[in-house]
């Protein structure tokens, strides 16, 4: 008689990781945006942990601070507006998003890029008071 | 598998030795009694039939699971910028795929330069 349970088991497993990964990728997905301001000194805000590292390694920067953020669902419906007079349009879903960054009625940057997972896109140069800012973006579960 | 019963009945239909031979022939009698076994019984077709199913199961399993797992969405793939346009206020602009010093962790940057001081 063949003992079927490690069988069973495995299917059972294999199902629910099919049921928790598919839908995931099927459905929206939610994208973070974080206006940075960026700096020299030593600080960097927690909420930038992330991408500290890779920042600080190819940056002329060594403090980050967070000015703003949002989270939005993909596709967005509306522009996204951070600090004081950004404006962060989006159009797309994350393979194919089409990115504009307006200050006031001035569009600043249009770009497209493919967005995977932890790997974030960073638009900067923005220079302001104490600092330059620059937005992150990545995608977040 | 031996049937240690079988063996034993058969054994004991064996006459029983009543004098002591030369070792040589003690060691043939008793090679030639060890040698009675059963054979194997024939495995039932059901046994084989559930067999394969289980291995087709199994195997479908784990390509179900390798096709879940390694698919192209879910590779590791770094962000890339397809497209860039800055407005008339940038002097100059440029895209960089960067690498955390470790390794671990990949991006993309889009610079521009030129823009006035902003008040954020």
Known sequence: ???RSPLLILMAAILFAALA?????AGSESLSIRLVRASQGTEIDPALQDVAALMRGNLAFSSFKLVDSATVTLPASEPVKLGKNFKVALSGPANNLDITVSRGTVKLIQTRAVLHGRSPLVL????????TLLFVLNLVK | MTDWTTLQQELKKQAPRTSAGSPEAFWQDFSARARLTVQEPAPQPHHSRSALWTSLAM???VALLTLILWSPSAAAEATRVTSLEVGPSCTGSMILNVVSKDGRN??????VSGLEETYD
Do not use: E, F, K, S
């Open chain 2, 59 to 61: 195997a479908g399993a």
């Open chain 1, 21 to 25: 990964v598919l839908p995931a990728r």
């Open chain 2, 106 to 111: 990949t991006g993309a940057v889009v610079w």
């Open chain 1, 124 to 131: 900067g140069g923005i220079p302001a008071r104490d600092g």
């Open chain 1, 1 to 3: 008689m063949i003992n």
